[in-house]
Every structure is written in structure tokens, then in C-alpha cells.
């Protein structure tokens, strides 16, 4: 008898579920967004706080798309929109983005570093994609 009223207070409604990720990811997105603020000054000046949001969310979106989950690989997309442009994976300008990104033989550390070797060989040439 004391056990089932001791697994009667464990147990977590799907909708309490659903507000504790809710509360998480929103958290997270908070934290991104000052990390932003912060490492990525002059680059992040040019929005407002919405719109620096709306570029958050939009990452968070394209991170999951291309199979990211772990919070520093979410935040490596988010950057790369930053640095290079919010549509950099699949903007024409930046064509070498899309294969890296859907190679299922790469796992994400290694998604991450051939954008990022990617990025640097395209940003030493002074290419520019459309921005927001």
C-alpha cells in the first residue's frame, strides 16, 4: 500500500512533462541569446532583441532539422547564422554548407568542424550572403 501511493507522487502528467521542456528550452534560448550578446557583440548589434530571437529559434529549428541536439552543437548553427548568413545552409553563395550538413557518414563533431573549415576558407574570400 505505501508503495503504490510512493509511485502515485512520481508520477508526472504529460502536459507537467511538456511545461518543464517548455521552461528548459526557453531557459536555453535565454542563455544563448546573452552568450550572443556577449561573445558576439558587434556581429549581434545590428538586431533587436525580437529579432535576435527570431534568429535563436529559427537555429534551434535547423539545428533539429539536421539531426543536432546536444546544446553546444545548437549553439554552433545559431553562430554560423551569425557569421555567415541566417540561410547559410542553403544559400547559394554557400553551397559547400547543405552536403556537409546531410552527410549521414559525418557524426555532428565533425559536421561542426568542415562548416567551421568551410567558414573560414569562405570568409577569407570576403563572400557575403543575404542577411535578415
Not at 7 to 21: K, W
Request: one cysteine or more; glycine letters at 4%.
Amino acid at each position: 500500500m505505501e508503495e503504490k501511493s510512493r509511485s502515485q507522487l512520481l508520477t508526472i502528467r504529460s502536459t507537467q512533462y511538456d511545461a518543464f521542456v517548455d521552461l528548459k528550452v526557453n531557459l536555453f534560448k535565454t542563455r544563448v541569446f546573452k552568450y550572443l550578446r556577449k561573445y558576439f557583440e558587434e556581429q549581434t548589434a545590428q538586431f533587436n532583441d525580437n529579432d535576435l530571437f527570431k534568429i535563436i529559434n529559427n537555429g534551434t529549428k535547423k539545428a533539429d532539422l539536421y539531426g543536432f541536439i546536444y546544446e553546444a552543437h545548437i549553439v554552433k548553427i545559431i553562430e554560423f547564422m551569425i557569421l555567415i548568413c541566417d540561410d547559410f545552409d542553403v544559400s547559394q553563395e554557400t553551397g559547400w554548407a547543405h552536403p556537409i550538413l546531410t552527410n549521414k557518414h559525418l557524426n555532428p563533431n565533425e559536421k561542426i568542424q568542415f562548416i567551421n573549415e568551410s567558414y573560414l576558407k569562405f570568409s577569407k574570400g570576403e563572400k557575403q550572403c543575404n542577411t535578415l
